[in-house]
């Protein structure tokens, strides 16, 4: 009940109603070629093994579906579910246990696990894993991590004692070349060494946060991921979910591609066939979350 409670608040404090929310989002399951509900995304997770959902960071209805999506994964997957989040690195992942055991007040939790500044989207997921026992990975590497490589490339992280891989990937960490690479500097708009080194910040997140992702799946078999993360990070199944899948072969990945889109009322559902299992287009009238 709480949880409701939670996501009522968060779809009001939107300006939508819990009722209307439906009329403000369409799923399109790109193999089966037809729009689909949440409750079909449940359904195809009982032979998958993780569920990424690409998220536009500011996306009201797009933050609505995850929470909401989550609570049902663990109605239909009881002992199976946990989620993880790009939205906290891996340094903070003893601040993240201890609130979730109830052992730390949230005031003391947002400060010290650096939680985002729209923590408030992510709120109603953390609240229903807390009230559930659900285990949370915080999955992202660490900003001075991030900006070290910023600064020098992904071979800095050599110069790091041992004692930093406990929060890091095994190095090297590959630097992923072709579409993935094409994408970014696209979106980046150039080929100089400076967009190289943030292009491998870029690497450094995605193979941290698969890291976390099999490293939790190995330590608790048989468990379902729900891997929540900007939708760059795992477009095209590139990304996080290609390092993902270099890591660990065997693994079942299902993906989700979230984001509003002028389409809205007549989607054009080819045009983004490529992107991943599912689209999901939200209503661009909506207010964003920030």
Do not use: C
């Not at 993902?244 to 591609?257: G, H, R, T, V, Y």
């Amino acid at each position: 009940m709480k949880f409701i409670l939670l996501v009522f608040v968060f779809a009001i404090s939107n300006g939508l109603y819990a009722q209307e929310i439906s009329s403000h989002y369409k799923i399109y399951d790109v193999k089966k070629q037809k729009s689909i509900s949440i409750a079909d995304i449940v359904a195809d997770m009982e032979h998958a093994d993780v569920l990424f959902f690409g998220e536009d960071h500011n996306d009201s209805i797009g933050h609505y579906l995850e929470a909401a999506l989550f609570e049902k994964l663990h109605s239909k997957y009881p002992l199976k579910m946990a989620l993880s989040l790009e939205m906290f690195p891996t340094d903070v992942q003893l601040e993240v246990d201890e609130y979730l055991a109830g052992l730390i007040s949230e005031k003391n939790f947002i400060k010290e696990s650096r939680a985002w500044g729209n923590y408030k989207d992510y709120r109603p997921l953390i609240e229903y894993a807390k009230q559930n026992g659900l285990k949370v990975i915080a999955a992202n590497a660490a900003t001075r991590y991030s900006n070290a490589v910023t600064l020098g490339g992904l071979k800095v992280l050599e110069n790091f004692p041992k004692t930093s891989f406990n929060f890091l990937p095994p190095t090297p960490i590959d630097t992923a070349q072709g579409r993935y690479y094409e994408k970014f500097t696209e979106t980046l708009g150039g080929h100089s060494m400076g967009t190289m080194k943030i292009y491998q910040t870029q690497n450094l997140w995605d193979a941290t946060m698969a890291w976390s992702i099999n490293k939790f799946i190995k330590a608790n078999k048989g468990v379902k991921v729900l891997q929540l993360n900007g939708r760059f990070h795992s477009d095209e199944k590139l990304g996080t979910l290609a390092k993902l899948k270099q890591l660990n072969p065997k693994l079942k990945i299902l993906n989700i591609s979230s984001f509003s889109d002028e389409s809205f009322n007549n989607p054009k559902w080819g045009k983004f066939s490529q992107l991943d299992d599912y689209i999901i287009i939200t209503d661009p009238t909506v207010k964003r979350s920030y």
